[in-house]
């Protein structure tokens, strides 16, 4: 049985790193057998459009594949339809998509012609990993018909030593582009402590938020020494709003991930798709209102505090070890072994 993890390098000299999620996807699975091929995409978009048409078809011609597990999006309708095309042609193997973005639900939210187009590209494969049930919902009521594997929670490689300290002092961290976060210009915390690490720093924040610098992936979690990370995005505090706000109804933003694999429990939007999985397996809390943070962090006592921070270590060492997403991938594998292409 043969089994590929496909994965899509922009320039085949020096192997971009691309998003840490796909990165460590495919490193897990490799680990399990999987044997890797790359797609080489190029920025130019003719060289692009010439890989599509004939680069494709030499990727797959001769090849015996079982099983080929493909990460989307590549951000381009055109190639993914090419590419299942060619592997149609000349191959037999099942294609299964791991789902890291559904575009129809962000960047072309009410575009009827990408969600069509993006709907038939899932109901051409044998089956999908997606974030969670939310997103599982969304795409069946929306016609897809293939299997769906929920995946809970992104998996997370982190070298660094787990944040293993139960001190609790109502302290948060915020990680990411901070361009997307002017919530944090309008936050008034009084008995708390929020960090912030990551690019496009304000040019002034809010008393108690303070501005740590920006460190590269495999370095940050070492730095993040608080009780709890925060997972939010837009300019509301009473809500997650902006061109991705309300995208997290239905993902598993890859921050959650960041933190939890650092032994550290999170704060979420109670709307959010990830506020179940928080409240589930008790690593943080769900709010409504960030204006009410400081009255709820108040709140919890020492032990409580512990209880989510034995979980959330816990969890880290899931998603350390790739759990999740060799759960996901080898259920739904399960699911279609006795269908044919």
Same mark, same amino acid.
């Given at each position: 049985m043969k089994n590929v993890i496909m994965s899509s390098i922009v320039n085949k000299d020096n192997k971009d790193a691309g998003p840490k999620a796909k990165n460590d996807i495919e490193k897990?699975?490799?680990?399990? @057998?999987? /044997?890797?091929?790359?797609? /080489?995409?190029?920025?130019?978009?003719? $060289?692009?459009?010439?890989?599509?048409?004939?680069?494709?078809n030499k990727v797959?011609?001769?090849? $015996? #594949?079982? *099983?080929?597990?493909?990460?989307?999006?590549?951000?381009?309708?055109?190639? %993914?339809?090419?590419?299942?095309?060619?592997?149609?042609?000349? %191959?037999?193997?099942?294609i299964y998509f791991i789902v890291h973005d559904i575009e129809s639900l962000r960047a072309y939210k009410g575009d009827s012609s990408y969600q069509k187009k993006e709907l038939a590209i899932f109901n051409s494969t044998?089956?999908?990993?997606?974030?969670?049930a939310a997103m599982h919902q969304w795409l069946q009521e929306n016609g897809v018909t293939v299997p769906l594997e929920e995946l809970g929670i992104f998996d997370y490689l982190n070298p660094?030593? /787990?944040?293993?300290?139960f001190f609790y002092d109502q302290s948060i961290c915020f990680a990411g582009n901070l361009k997307g976060a002017g919530f944090l210009q309008?936050?008034?915390?009084?008995?708390?402590?929020?960090?912030?690490?990551?690019?496009?720093?304000?040019?002034?924040?809010? $008393? *108690?938020?303070?501005?740590?610098?920006?460190?590269?992936?495999?370095?940050?979690?070492?730095?993040?020494? %608080? *009780?709890?990370g925060l997972v939010w995005n837009g300019d509301s505090l009473t809500r997650c709003d902006g061109d991705f706000g309300e995208y997290m109804k239905y993902n598993m933003p890859h921050k959650t991930s960041l933190y939890l694999s650092?032994? #550290?429990?999170?704060?979420?939007?109670? $709307?959010?798709?990830?506020?179940?999985? #928080?409240?589930?397996?008790?690593? @943080?809390?769900?709010?409504?209102?960030?204006? /009410?943070l400081d009255q709820v962090l108040t709140k919890i006592d020492q032990q409580q505090y512990q209880s989510y921070k034995q979980n959330a270590l816990k969890i880290g060492k899931l998603l350390r070890n790739g759990s999740f997403i060799k759960k996901a991938i080898r259920n739904l594998m399960q699911q279609t072994a006795g269908t044919r292409n």
């Open positions: 897990i699975l490799i680990k399990e @057998g999987f /044997e890797p091929l790359n797609l /080489e995409l190029s920025r130019n978009k003719v $060289k692009k459009l010439l890989y599509a048409l004939i680069g494709l797959f011609r001769g090849k $015996k #594949i079982d *099983n080929l597990v493909f990460q989307y999006p590549i951000y381009s309708i055109f190639l %993914t339809q090419r590419f299942i095309r060619a592997i149609r042609k000349y %191959t037999k193997a099942k044998d089956g999908m990993v997606v974030h969670n660094n030593a /787990e944040q293993e300290s309008r936050i008034n915390l009084k008995a708390s402590r929020l960090d912030l690490f990551g690019p496009n720093q304000a040019s002034a924040y809010p $008393k *108690n938020i303070n501005y740590q610098g920006i460190y590269p992936a495999d370095q940050l979690p070492k730095y993040l020494k %608080t *009780n709890f650092s032994g #550290i429990p999170v704060i979420v939007w109670k $709307k959010a798709a990830a506020a179940k999985f #928080i409240e589930v397996n008790q690593v @943080g809390l769900a709010v409504a209102d960030l204006n /009410e």
